[in-house]
């Protein structure tokens, strides 16, 4: 019987060193874990509202078809989105979420004696990616935690970081776990005093939640800038999480080669359908829109109530100081049904992520974390 040691020896050392992705914990483990029924999720940002009903009938339809392999090059959804952004469809990748483009980025321009820029208290995966491949990761100091935009990006240290070694710079806009955001002439002003050589990449997993949301600011910009990409996905305000679809928008020089690291079929066909269909749901995106802002009143609303310290948020979740140690009030949440996300992980060990659910979720949330607290 080999021991650990000996599989170890044989990974390269980037790998050998990584820490494995820790998503949010499933209902269902929960349920077996400690006998419990009725738990709601709140940990993982995904849409309450969940898909809608034009998307579910769609994927009905194109269920029969399942035996056979989805378009390779996802031509319709690729259309849709071109459409919707005046853009040519050679300008896009399609993905399994937006994690794996940006996985496909990290394969396409780092490597050994390259290196990525990224904030700290981004999202994890920049940091996985890039050690996957070998590339050395270079964090910047974010934000004061009582400044405008508490723990969020500072573009100023990270340009401090940018060197000829620089291949990629990550920026997520609004960042997760933070929720914190950049204004467009910010962000303009960042990539346009870039060199040349940097790609850029520009993160907006949840660009869709901020009510004063311009799809096509960034897009517009692709068209400037030949070093941009912007990285999206259908897995947060369309509600396909599920179905695992994100897409990136960039030079078409650059979705050539990204193209050519792309997994084949990396897009499955219900996804591609459902996609499509969600991409011209606007009224499902305004409700969508809606109910996250309430949401998010509700949650700040009953957090102060608690004289508990929150980020302000423009993300379909808010993170919030439980004033110690926030892996405990988690476990603690965990027997009342409700789970959340600690993010010890991204040095933050007295926060808790809550994703805004239903009024009722958040309200049974709200109702738990008081009765926790009163008991540390």
């Not at 029924?37 to 995904?46: D, F, G, T, Y």
């Not at 994927?59 to 378009?71: G, H, R, T």
């Not at 040349?196 to 009510?211: G, K, M, P, T």
């Not at 110690?324 to 060990?349: F, T, W």
């Amino acid at each position: 019987m080999h021991d650990k040691k000996y599989f170890d020896d044989l990974v390269i050392p980037s790998i050998k060193g990584l820490t494995a992705y820790i998503p949010g914990k499933p209902i269902e483990e929960v349920e077996r874990g400690l006998g419990l029924k009725n738990i709601i999720k709140l940990a993982s940002n995904e849409n309450p509202k969940g898909p809608s009903k034009r998307v579910l009938k769609a994927i009905e339809m194109a269920s029969k078809d399942i035996s056979q392999y989805p378009d390779g090059n996802g031509f319709y959804l690729k259309q849709a989105i071109a459409k919707k952004y005046a853009i040519t469809d050679d300008m896009i990748t399609l993905g399994n979420g937006s994690n794996d483009v940006l996985d496909i980025i990290a394969r396409a321009f780092l490597g050994p004696n390259r290196e990525a820029v990224f904030s700290e208290h981004a999202f994890v995966v920049y940091s996985i990616a890039t050690q996957s491949v070998s590339a050395v990761s270079r964090v910047a100091k974010a934000c004061s935690p009582d400044s405008e935009q508490p723990y969020g990006h500072d573009l100023a240290a990270m340009r401090c970081l940018v060197n000829d070694k620089t291949s990629v710079v990550f920026i997520a806009n609004p960042n997760n776990p933070t929720g914190t955001w950049l204004s467009d002439e910010e962000l303009e002003g960042f990539i346009n005093g870039l060199p040349q050589h940097v790609i850029v990449v520009l993160d907006e997993a949840y660009c869709e939640y901020s009510e004063t949301y311009d799809d096509s600011a960034s897009v517009k910009w692709v068209q400037r800038y030949p070093n941009l990409i912007v990285t999206r996905t259908f897995s947060k305000a369309y509600g396909l999480a599920g179905l695992r679809v994100g897409y990136s928008i960039c030079h078409s020089g650059i979705a050539g080669l990204l193209n050519r690291v792309r997994q084949p079929f990396n897009v499955n066909s219900l996804a591609l359908v459902a996609a499509k269909i969600a991409l011209a749901d606007d009224d499902y995106l305004v409700e969508t829109r809606a109910l996250n802002a309430k949401g998010l009143k509700q949650l700040e609303g009953g957090f102060s109530a608690l004289n508990l310290n929150y980020i302000p948020s423009k993300g379909n979740f808010i993170t919030v100081d439980v004033g110690g140690d926030a892996v405990q009030i988690y476990e603690k949440l965990l027997h009342e049904g409700v789970i959340v996300r600690p993010i010890s992980g991204y040095d933050l060990p007295n926060h808790l992520r809550v994703s805004v659910g239903t009024a009722e979720q958040n309200e049974l949330l709200l109702k738990a974390l008081k009765k926790v607290l009163t008991c540390v």
